[in-house]
């Protein structure tokens, strides 16, 4: 198994980029998955998750701005990132619950220009 994240970039402040994240190989089942954020000399934090069952939990400082979403039959997961703020520089992470084991993708970097 395997998550492929993408979609990475350099934006200007104010600008907009999506992620995206693959999950490939032998899959039974996916729970949930997040997208989890790691800036430079920071503890790596989570900025949103997403249920099977499509409920969803952001935190404080990209709720309003950011969007998590999934497509089941694509076992992708994306994060939709509207009005984004140098401070959201980092590189982003997707994670997820396959087949009951969590796994990790690598990191795809976020720069944001003021």
């Known amino acids: 198994v395997q998550l492929q994240a993408s979609g990475g970039g350099l934006v200007q402040a104010g600008g907009s980029l999506r992620l995206s994240c693959a999950a490939s190989?032998?899959?039974?089942?996916?729970?949930?998955m997040d997208w989890y954020r790691q800036a430079p000399g920071k503890q790596r934090e989570l900025v949103a998750s997403?249920?099977?069952?499509?409920?969803?939990n952001y935190a404080g400082s990209v709720k309003d701005r950011f969007t998590i979403s999934r497509d089941n039959a694509k076992n992708t997961v994306y994060l939709q990132m509207n009005n984004l703020k140098p401070e959201d520089q980092a590189v982003y992470f997707c994670?997820?619950?396959?087949?009951?084991?969590?796994?990790w993708g690598r990191g795809t970097l976020v720069t944001v220009s003021s």
């Open positions: 994670s997820a619950e396959i087949n009951r084991i969590y796994y």
């Open positions: 190989g032998n899959i039974f089942s996916i729970n949930a």
């Open positions: 997403i249920t099977g069952g499509g409920g969803t």
